[in-house]
């Protein structure tokens, strides 16, 4: 069992001996989607802590986007119910990077490919996103990532 599954099935009992309804209620719902998607399939898998990791964030995401909805459509109660789950799912997630800290992490990346004596230029781009990628894995957004990556290579 993963680390982080291990976390979220602590928080449940101590939540429970809290009587901290909402968290008790989201890391419950968290526990079964990850369930889920370990079972769905032809054959049972095991999740590991990155999958977990992205699957929380899609779950915090989901929970921002139906916040927004019930802004717009005067149910402020509802947005605030939903925008305490997701702090509770963003509690488990490791700590978002600045653009700052990947602009760095990108430059460190294409010295490291000059040193070696490439001449970096744009066709090198994936062998640039490859290991930038799996440093700043879950904690920004690879698109934006991606945007660096090629401004740094113009």
């Known amino acids: 069992m993963s ?21 008790l209620t989201t890391v419950r719902n968290v526990l079964g989607e990850i369930e889920t998607r370990e079972k769905s399939g032809k054959t049972p ?13 899609k779950e915090a995401a989901k929970r921002h986007d139906t916040a ?12 605030t119910a939903e925008l305490a789950e997701a702090e509770v799912i ?3 997630l490791p ?14 990346t294409i010295e490291a490919l000059r040193a070696e004596g490439a001449e970096v230029s744009i066709r090198h781009m994936g062998a640039i996103m ?4 799996a440093k700043v894995a879950g904690r920004f957004d690879g698109k934006a990532v991606s945007e660096i990556v090629r401004s740094r290579l113009a």
Do not use: C
């Open 3 to 23: 680390t982080l599954k291990e976390r979220l099935h602590a928080d449940v009992v101590a939540h429970m001996k809290d009587g901290n309804r909402v968290a």
């Open 45 to 57: 898998i095991e999740l590991d802590d990155a999958q977990v990791t992205a699957l929380m964030q």
């Open 68 to 79: 927004r909805i019930y802004t717009e459509a005067g149910q402020e109660g509802r947005a």
């Open 90 to 92: 963003e509690a488990f």
């Open 95 to 108: 700590q978002p990077l600045t653009a700052g800290e990947v602009e760095s992490i990108v430059d460190e």
């Open 130 to 133: 490859k290991p930038v990628t």
